[in-house]
């Protein structure tokens, strides 16, 4: 009759060569996890007001650059002037920041002092 030891051997048992002392011997355990993609932070363009530059050109600019019809540009353009400043569009930060350079450049080329700015959303 055989009996089973049942103390554990006192020396800890030798490696194979090449091989680390945890290694099964080729079973593989993955770990489920869902992997999570943040989206990309986003950047509001805002316009402001002033007292000079023509109503029509930041119509105009708000049809241009942020691709509003004639009749949302009016009422963005208008809500800036009543509140001093109003959200033109939602964009990933660099093209906000185009946007930005499109519409300073076009004000300062045609001598108004029309401002915006990009700011992060929330
Ligand atoms: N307040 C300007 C005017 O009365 C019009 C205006 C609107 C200017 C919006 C800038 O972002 C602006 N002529």
């Known amino acids: 009759m055989k009996f089973m030891a049942t103390t554990p051997p006192s020396q800890p048992p030798v490696p194979t060569p090449g091989r680390p002392a945890s290694d099964d ?21 805002v316009m402001l007001n002033d007292d000079y530059t023509p109503m029509e050109f930041v119509i105009v600019v708000l049809q241009e650059f942020f691709s509003k019809d004639r009749e949302t540009a009016t009422q963005i353009m208008l809500k800036i002037h009543l509140d001093g400043k109003g959200v033109c569009g939602v964009y990933p930060r660099d093209i906000a920041a185009t946007k930005v350079e499109q519409v300073l450049g076009a004000a300062h080329k045609a001598g108004h002092p029309l401002q915006c700015l990009s700011e992060p959303v929330e």
């Open 25 to 45: 011997g080729g079973s593989v355990v993955l770990e489920r996890r869902t992997q999570r993609v943040e989206p990309p932070k986003m950047y509001q363009v």
